[in-house]
């Protein structure tokens, strides 16, 4: 089992730049595949990005080749950059991983915190 902490969200501007940490507490976590979901006011929830226990990553279309996610095992913690940062991306981030090589479906899921992008 795992439990799933994020952190760094915040306002800024379109065009502006954050970094949402997730920090996990589990004793496997270098075997657990994770990733970022989000969901904006009136949506669906959506994938973002993922990670697999390998290093391969995937992105979603609207975010590829401005977001960017890695992890630090020695540390338990996946890391999501995001860059040119738009108005639609105003968000409520979500952490998630799954006790498997990738991440879907997810078993566990973190409390989200908010991303605002300003126009």
């Known amino acids: 089992q795992v439990q799933l902490v994020e952190s760094g969200g915040g306002l800024v501007q379109a065009g502006g730049s954050l970094r949402l940490s997730c920090a996990a507490s589990?004793?496997?976590?270098?075997?657990?595949?994770m990733g970022w979901f989000r969901q904006a006011p009136g949506k669906e929830r959506e994938f973002v990005a993922a990670?697999?226990?390998?290093?391969?990553?995937d992105y979603a279309g609207p975010v590829k080749g401005r977001f960017t996610i890695w992890r630090d095992n020695t540390k338990n913690t996946v890391y999501l950059q995001m860059n040119s940062l738009k108005p639609e991306d105003t968000a409520v981030y979500y952490c998630a991983a799954a006790n498997r090589a990738t991440l879907f479906p997810a078993d566990y899921w973190g409390q989200g915190t908010q991303v605002t992008v300003s126009s």
């Open positions: 589990g004793r496997t976590f270098s075997g657990y595949a």
């Open positions: 990670i697999s226990t390998r290093g391969s990553t």
